[in-house]
């Protein structure tokens, strides 16, 4: 049998057990019912620095909880920001490409007037880089134990910010896709 015959039993198989799970199911070892949800999506994070501005960013895309992205770019001077959901999808297709406006992390009266928010582009591509492979994981959220499994997809990604003037190229520590089912307390909320 050849590798990618195995990955296709091995993702069947996976997926019918998966699928099989009832929506609210009690998790082995717990005592109370879980609520399971589907979750899709991407996970980048990367830093980088170049003439005096350094920029790292958190791009987080889930299929259940939206498009998140968080962006610092600094200078000796300023630090400014921009952190939270956003509208629209930050992954296409193996492109990345979003203007996003940051601000100033803290600012006097004076400095309201001298300097603003900034529009940076974030722009680049990713691809698959290895094999997926299967995760479960078991940890604490505020609501409860919190049980996650299915497939993560590493990725090589090259990820450019244009910012305060400055082409800052970035490096990936972090960057996979995932598809995973997550079952949380059936009374989180989430």
């Not at 830093?47 to 992205?69: C, K, M, P, Q, W």
């Not at 910012?163 to 989430?190: I, K």
Request: with cysteine; hydrophobic share 35%.
């Amino acid at each position: 049998m050849t590798h990618r015959t195995r990955l296709t039993v091995a993702g069947a198989l996976a997926t019918a057990l998966l699928s099989a799970t009832p929506a609210v199911a009690a998790t082995p070892g717990a005592g109370m019912p879980y609520t399971w949800t589907v979750e899709k999506g991407h996970a980048l994070a990367c830093t980088g620095e170049r003439e005096g501005v350094r920029v790292s960013i958190d791009l987080y895309e889930n299929s259940a909880f939206g498009t998140h992205a968080q962006v610092f770019v600094e200078t000796a001077e300023t630090e400014y920001v921009h952190g939270g959901e956003t509208a629209g999808g930050l992954f296409d297709d193996g492109r990345i490409r979003r203007r996003l406006l940051v601000a100033p992390q803290e600012q006097t009266e004076q400095e309201q007037t001298a300097k603003s928010s900034r529009t940076v582009l974030v722009s680049g591509s990713y691809t698959t880089s290895g094999p997926r492979r299967w995760v479960h994981e078991v940890y604490d959220e505020p609501s409860g134990q919190v049980v996650s499994k299915g497939w993560n997809t590493p990725l090589a990604a090259t990820v450019t910010v244009n910012a305060l003037g400055r082409r800052v190229a970035l490096t990936c520590e972090t960057a996979f896709a995932y598809d995973l089912r997550v079952g949380r307390p059936a009374d989180s909320g989430n």
